[in-house]
């Protein structure tokens, strides 16, 4: 039985001193946003004041709550129970201490049978976690508070704190449930099952477990009983031919249901636990191309680069998906439904993958259950980016402590395929090695409570890439010619920058800086300009109006401003996505930079504005992820009259099927003006294989400037047709 | 108390049937050893006899010992305690079952108070583990046997078996100690070293500890007693300015005494343990040339290259060393004398690493101490190589205890630097990456036992290096060339082989096939030809007469032969090491394969021949190893007259002083000829830092076929002199 508790809270600027006033608190939320209520702000998001909130991350920040009436029996427990709160604090119960803790992700399960209703709950939470005072993006080096809080460039410094996940009493019988665990192995063959149901009782009692196992259809497959004498049981349990879980795209998200009833002697339900389990196997296996790279078989003679294809019930998948970046600020106030609309779209989108980015909190169950459900494979990183965590005894114990109950919490789910140290922690900015405590401990434990479960100590890992994030490089290559030259074993982060819409713009940008953009001001602190600081190279980040204007001329108005930009990240985007697919088996993964943001940027590598409003690339990438297309490598994006235009036809497939032979014609089209190029007549292809087709030969006729389309079109299978828009430049 | 047995061993089908015959055996040893010296057999490392060997891989052994008399009082235990046991065995005392074992690293210590004299004591020894029938190396690849035994390319298949390890009774007082571990943890700045005594009592005793501690001088420094009411005690101390323990060339290996006496309340010592500590800092590091490394300075981006740079006392130190492949087929007979031997070449060779290769065992206990002795740094590797060691339940259980055996055993040696999962493990003919379950486990173990100690996963790592092998390669480039353009981190396996001494080859091959060599016979069953099968390009391994005829012309005798090859492996070598010195820092390690061999080759890229007669190439590989020495770069080995010859000049330098500036001059000798080329003032250096010099262009003059010698000369400073022995070839 859940109590639900009214929360209020105050700030102080010692953990001594208590504080002067209390404001109604939002649990789960952040103390950002209950300051903010009660003082009547707008929403940060709408605002951008976000230097208003700068104070806070300095200050105590004291939860009290009344305990209401509750009658708890002589066979009954009381306990507080949270799942998280952010990020140092303590839990007092009528002045007393009951448990001190640094560390979001672990969650709080406290006996406090001796409370009495109307003692005072309090939750002490410290000031956010800083190892030095230069305010910067590496002061949470020394502890696993999420980076991305301490100012990104698409981020905002604005570090929350506070309970961020429910809060409440909970009267539980004297033996209940601490743990129901369902684990498997399957047969090599898929041909069979091992189940083992592992409990432990609060308890040594004199109980009977009541297992039952239903099917995918919901059909009951068994109803076990068991007697316990004991505080621990394992029972075992084999099925035939079970259904297997299978990502997006490749078969049914199978899932299973385990439901356990604790009965008493009488038959009377004590406790009830049920999930849903999925069977697959994992493995991070090297490509038969890749053990016979040339680039190693030389003398003195090298390794070959780490493994990066995943295989999923023996068939090696081709890892289509994007970065998760988290979709708010605020992990607090992040509801299912917000997870529900972006995963439905990461689905839609044909992703069989997001790589959960260690910049960002490692997300709540709910967002683990949707993609069980959808067979959204899960890369999930621990909560560490782009620094070098020096492994200190302090820190080690806390990203021990963290590391350990993000496992225990999500080693059941089907969706969850690679654990991760963490994000780019080898590079010359973070120095970390493969030496480093953290890494080492952290792989450890994986392999300690989670063996099958494969573990990358960062990304990028040798033979993998990050980038570029630009249309346009400052050697003057484009992503066409980039990606068509990079030869890497998995595309991990990659992007192209658009604006967001004329709406969200309008919304987020004063009028006076609107248009033409200024470059300070709120296209700045929106990330359109300097996202990076003043880096040369960098610094139309993410607006990038050079590259805007190189191709489409000085711009006229906000709209065909965001119109040009958009369709820069949507072509290139597509661009990126089908070339990483025709380097399969080389090449095993794409993930864009970035799938959604924590709050509304002026211009970002999302294909998502905050919080879910689609960018046009949105439905691009989705048309390149398709399972089949007939697909175009193209040169570059510009060309000119007189220029002999030669894309390469591709049949791409990652389809669990192989495919019957067909026809293909390729037609170029600007304005009214329609040139069939070619027919391509393929003899058809295996499963998860591509076919490569002829390359068009096409002298560029006298045109005016302006856009065309080169379409791509299977006879039979419009579902299966491009489109590509491209520049044509007046003849130099 | 110590009680020896007396052993005899016999060879059956099965493990129900007892042996018609009984033969004495000698333990520690093999059962190989007995059988041959019991039938009169002559030493197989002369007979080369090896197949007359081969079905006692495939038999049961059964050693059996009568316990003699003894007398065990009230307060004592009677145990039956053995170093390690090769490879699967059960124990039994008068018929009844008390171990059963897989693993010879794992010691046994069996507590078998109820034995009484007269008793039988019977280790049953299994065949040897193989996964599968096909007579190869790759049989080992699902146990801890060590796979060199099972065929390589210097090592007939001889798999020993038996105690390899001493086996007695030891009548110990029932409270005695179980474990006495010294650890530390020194200051950052090495000002100050906590160290800490571990004491595990068998049984909680009323018993008093005296711990002293003494310097390096053998000076005592405290002497404290504490008493112990438990089994377990930590005490802790510190001790200011401790001398630091210091590989060979960069100081002194400080070492100081740690010793436990356990008193009983009457004052009567009980048990005694004495352990020799040395205190220093190891991290594997990244040199600031592998961050700015520009080959990964692309986009996309990828990491950066793993550590493999030695930091001692946080000095960066440049490996010199050799790859340690254990110096006889038997490990039961490798005595404390030949070690002492061995690694005594090894500190005068300059070196300060061994890598004890994986296809080895791990050494006795007297190996690291001598090298904690004389500063040479150990990479220890697991029992894994070139194999793909599969992450089976049954596999990873064994090596599970085998890796915790060795790391409980050997982490409290400052020598050991390095932990390795093993040899040659993610190439494309074994097949592992790092997602194996092995060498997760592994990692897993060391971190949690021995969690400052570097791991890594294998040898080559990404950057890293094996081979060549040869001084002419099948390219027609000589190592001269190879190693020039070749920038890898670490050189970890590199060879040129050389036959053995004529003294030697006419011992092991019958005068009728001695000369010249016959391809067939005992050349190549002594690893003179096709020593890795029928393989093209090294068909004529280790010999190599076509190269040595090649820059020498047509053999004439035995003896000519020998120099010709011998000269080509010393030439090889220094060249080798001195351009892996020159790559410093980028480069930073160079270990020669190999060092000494297990039985007498034909030819080999040894140093040492079996047992531990030098080669030519010992003496020139001690030269280029020296701390500092006048260098030269040259561009390959044979020359014509009309050519331009342009050595570089190098002054290399690994010492920890700086150095003044000076002179060196090179000079060109031929027979009785001498021209003077260059005299290079330097401007000195600082401590481990080397300079370049000037290049040397000379035009060489006609001179007659021969060979020619290069002398570079530092004034003042002979002791840096170096000579090149190179030839010079008619014109052509």
């Known amino acids: 039985m859940k109590i639900t508790l009214d929360w209020e809270v105050g700030a102080s600027t010692d953990d001594k001193i208590i504080p002067e006033a209390f404001i109604p608190a939002t649990v789960p939320g952040a103390v950002q946003l209950d300051w903010a209520r009660a003082h009547n702000w707008p929403p940060v998001e709408e605002a951008g004041n976000v230097e208003d909130y700068r104070w806070m991350e300095d200050s105590y920040w004291r939860y009290c709550a009344r305990l209401p009436a509750f009658t708890v029996s002589d066979d009954e427990r009381l306990f507080f129970v949270c799942g998280g709160i952010d990020y140092q604090f303590e839990v007092r119960l009528h002045g007393d201490l009951v448990l001190e803790q640094q560390g979001m992700f672990t969650p709080v399960e406290l006996d406090i049978s001796d409370a009495q209703p109307g003692d005072i709950l309090e939750v002490l939470v410290y000031p956010a976690p800083k190892s030095h005072p230069k305010s910067d993006n590496t002061q949470p080096n020394q502890s696993c508070k999420p980076a991305v809080s301490y100012g990104w460039d698409f981020h905002p410094r604005l570090v929350p704190l506070g309970i961020w996940q429910e809060a409440v009493l909970e009267i539980r019988p004297a033996c209940h449930l601490r743990r129901a665990e369902t684990r498997y192995t399957l047969a090599d063959d898929y041909s069979c099952v091992e189940i083992t149901l592992d409990i432990a009782l609060s308890v040594p009692s004199n109980v009977r477990v009541l297992w039952e196992l239903r099917d995918p259809d919901d059909t009951l497959l068994f109803t076990r009983e068991y007697p316990l004498h004991d505080a621990q049981l394992s029972i075992n349990t084999s099925l035939a031919h079970p259904a297997l879980w299978w990502p997006n795209g490749q078969g049914e998200a199978a899932r299973y249901s385990s439901e356990v009833t604790l009965l008493s002697p009488q038959g009377t339900i004590v406790d009830h636990h049920s999930a849903r389990i999925g069977f697959r196997r994992v493995r991070l296996v090297t490509s038969a191309a890749q053990w016979d790279d040339r680039e190693v078989d030389t003398i003195p003679k090298g390794p070959v680069k780490p493994p990066i294809t995943l295989e999923i019930n023996g068939r090696m998948i081709f890892t289509k998906g994007a970065n998760w970046v988290s979709p708010d600020i605020f992990p607090g106030r992040i509801s299912d439904d917000l997870l529900r609309e972006q995963l439905d779209l990461a689905h839609a989108a044909h992703w069989n993958l997001l790589r959960c980015w260690g910049g960002a909190i490692v997300q709540r169950d709910a967002f683990f259950d949707i993609c069980d459900e959808c067979g959204l494979m899960v890369w999930q990183e621990f909560p560490l980016a782009c620094n070098r965590y020096e492994g200190t005894s302090a820190y080690l114990r806390v990203l021990d402590q963290e590391s350990r109950a993000i496992i225990l919490r999500l080693r059941e789910h089907p969706s969850l395929v690679i654990w991760c140290g963490g994000n780019e922690l080898d590079m010359s900015w973070s120095k ?301």
Chains 1, 2 share one sequence.
């Open 432 to 732: 970390m090695t493969e030496q480093d405590g953290a890494l080492r401990l952290l792989n450890s434990n994986c392999y300690q409570l989670d063996p099958a479960r494969p573990f990358l100590m960062t990304s990028p890992l040798m033979g993998m890439g990050h980038g570029g994030y630009w249309f346009l490089q400052w050697d003057e290559r484009e992503v066409f010619q980039i990606f068509a030259e990079a030869h890497c074993t998995a595309y991990t982060e990659f992007g192209v920058p658009a604006p967001a819409s004329v709406e969200i713009l309008t919304r987020i940008i004063p009028a006076a800086e609107l248009f033409p953009p200024r470059t300070d001001g709120a296209w700045k602190s929106r990330h359109g300009y300097n996202a990076f600081g003043d880096i040369e190279n960098l610094r139309n980040l993410w607006l990038e109006l050079p590259t805007i204007t190189k191709y489409f001329g000085e711009m006229t108005s906000l709209t065909t401003l965001v119109e040009s930009g958009q369709l820069l990240q949507a072509e290139g985007l597509k661009c990126i996505y089908e070339e990483a697919r025709r380097q399969k088996p080389v090449c095993a993964m794409a993930l864009t930079w970035c799938f959604n943001e924590p709050w509304p940027t002026a211009a970002n590598n999302s294909l998502l504005s905050w919080p879910s409003h689609q960018k046009p690339s949105y439905s691009a990438v989705r048309q390149a992820c398709r399972p089949t297309l007939a697909s175009a490598r193209i040169p570059k994006f510009s060309w000119r009259a007189g220029e002999w235009f030669t894309p390469e036809l591709w049949l791409l497939h990652d389809g669990a099927t192989a495919l019957a032979g067909g026809s293909i014609s390729a037609v170029l089209e600007c304005g009214a003006q329609r040139w069939p190029l070619l027919t391509w007549d393929y003899a058809g292809t295996a499963a998860n294989t591509n076919l490569p087709g002829p390359s068009i030969r096409f002298l560029l006729p006298d045109l005016p400037f302006g856009r065309m389309r080169l379409l791509i079109s299977a006879i039979g299978h419009s579902d299966w047709n491009s489109a590509y828009t491209l520049l044509l430049q007046e003849s130099s």
